[in-house]
């Protein structure tokens, strides 16, 4: 195979050969939809979260324990556009994963610096996509052919190329790959805090997707028992040195669990084209459940009738109460529930600058913003952060604390929340006639405009910037439940 690390941006996304590495001929195409990427992703996130800068990187800055399943989607649809047919997409998804990471740099608890761009680094993430794409074909028993593994290293290699502009920082030949990788997981990863939460804490502590709100015991259940199965399928698959020198626990019987996982998973795939799709899946995962979209409501409706079905389901999770006198206060948060659900963006018991950067990075993912609009939605954050600190942090620890915040119970409608809401109004209002019509709510929201005219402020079907700067405000000062900026900041 011919060195990569030598091309120029364009060759990885536009040049000769790029329709063989990239689009419906690709290797990685193949495994798309494969289900045994989904315990392979896991095993590949846990190596990721091993490296120290990865893992405190995502420990300060990343929304994963808090929201998964908002991270899930985003993760899929980034790896569609980056690895879809059309070069346009590709590079600027590839631009818009730069100006994220660029953003993501500091110390760990060890004062070790962090650094999201560092090329060393991320090019050990794209090794590790690479390797346990190979590794979960042969644990399901279905090796790659030296070609396929080829084939599969050019891909990556072209990933990789595309982000930075060339792959230097990968070997050049499969050969070379895999010392590369044992002298990395020899030398470089750790048992870090990251890697932790990802086996013992995520999957013990997952929330239910928003879908399965409604069945909050049975979601429990189901929970309690696949978390621990899940945290020991994927020790039992990392790299045994790793395994003894972290120091992870291997259960009796894990590694043929395993082994059994990714054989099952791998029959799976010879299931009809089209019953198993990831894209579809990570989406119904994230339907909010008064959505307008079919899914949602079928999704609801079946919800609702496991609820309703047999004595014993009713006895596990009971009806809920009708309305009546007092049950308005029900669609109010408390402040620690709007503290933990909305503000605490990444689940670390705090709000910093991470919490509300992750907000903005959140709604200019959805809105697909370019350079400058994305910049002025995460100053008009910023802005807002710096107001939030200066009003709410007593302690001058340079962080908000729970406590801090229901102590002060604060109307949070200051003048930088109020720029905030201005700022995502211009950049959701994409043709610049100062309304926000159904096209452009669906951007933002994805669902249907279906509000009264008196309550947007138009009279022909569309928001204006008025009725939406005060929707986003009650939303955030009210602390109020059911409207369209709650699935957008507090589903998980």
């Not at 086996?199 to 928003?210: E, I, K, M, S």
Request: aromatic fraction near 8%; proline fraction near 8%.
């Amino acid at each position: 195979m011919t060195d990569t690390g030598g091309k120029e941006p364009g060759d990885a996304g536009g040049g000769p050969g790029a329709d063989r590495l990239f689009g419906p001929d690709s290797q990685f195409n193949a495994f798309f939809d494969d289900p045994r990427w989904a315990p392979a992703i896991v095993r590949a996130t846990v190596l990721e979260a091993a490296h120290p800068q990865i893992g405190a990187a995502l420990i300060d800055n990343s929304t994963f324990v808090a929201h998964p399943w908002r991270r899930l989607r985003n993760t899929v649809v980034s790896l569609q556009r980056m690895f879809g047919p059309d070069d346009q997409v590709r590079r600027r998804e590839a631009a818009r994963l730069n100006r994220l990471h660029a953003r993501l740099n500091g110390t760990d608890a060890h004062d070790r610096p962090y650094d999201a761009m560092d090329p060393v680094v991320r090019a050990w993430v794209v090794a590790t996509l690479f390797e346990s794409g190979v590794t979960m074909c042969r644990l399901s028993g279905q090796p790659l052919e030296p070609a396929a593994v080829e084939r599969l290293y050019a891909e990556f290699q072209a990933y990789l190329t595309a982000l930075d502009g060339d792959a230097r920082h990968l070997p050049p030949t499969v050969r070379e790959f895999w010392p590369y990788f044992d002298r990395m997981v020899a030398e470089e990863l750790e048992n870090t805090e990251a890697m932790r939460v990802i086996l013992y804490r995520l999957f013990d502590h997952l929330p239910a997707p928003p879908l399965l709100h409604g069945v909050p015991t049975l979601w429990a259940a189901g929970r309690a028992l696949a978390g621990p199965l899940l945290g020991a399928i994927t020790v039992a698959s990392l790299p045994e040195p790793f395994r003894r020198r972290a120091g992870l626990p291997e259960l009796p019987g894990a590694q043929s669990l395993m082994q059994g996982t990714y054989l099952g998973a791998g029959l799976a795939r010879f299931l009809p084209a089209g019953w198993i799709r990831t894209d579809a899946i990570a989406a119904l995962l994230t339907l909010s459940p008064d959505g307008d979209d079919p899914r949602s409501r079928s999704m609801g409706a079946l919800v609702d009738r496991m609820k309703r079905a047999g004595a014993l389901v009713r006895l596990i999770t009971p009806l809920p109460p009708e309305p009546g006198p007092g049950r308005a206060a029900d669609a109010r948060r408390s402040a620690e529930e709007f503290f933990a659900e909305v503000l605490d963006q990444t689940g670390d018991g705090f709000v910093d600058w991470p919490d509300l950067a992750a907000m903005a990075r959140e709604l200019a993912g959805r809105l697909d913003l370019d350079e400058p609009a994305e910049t002025r939605l995460y100053d008009a954050f910023a802005g807002w952060w710096r107001e939030l600190q200066a009003a709410l942090d007593t302690d001058g620890d340079g962080r908000v604390s729970c406590r801090e915040y229901a102590e002060a119970v604060p109307s949070l409608a200051g003048p930088a929340l109020i720029r905030v809401a201005e700022v995502l109004f211009d950049v959701t209002d994409a043709d610049g006639d100062e309304r926000v019509d159904a096209h452009e709510y669906r951007a933002l929201f994805r669902r249907a405009f279906r509000r009264d005219p008196g309550d947007t402020g138009g009279t022909d079907g569309t928001y204006t910037r008025t009725a939406f700067v005060r929707d986003f405000l009650a939303f955030m000062a009210g602390r109020a439940r059911a409207t369209p900026y709650d699935p957008l900041f507090a589903d998980a």
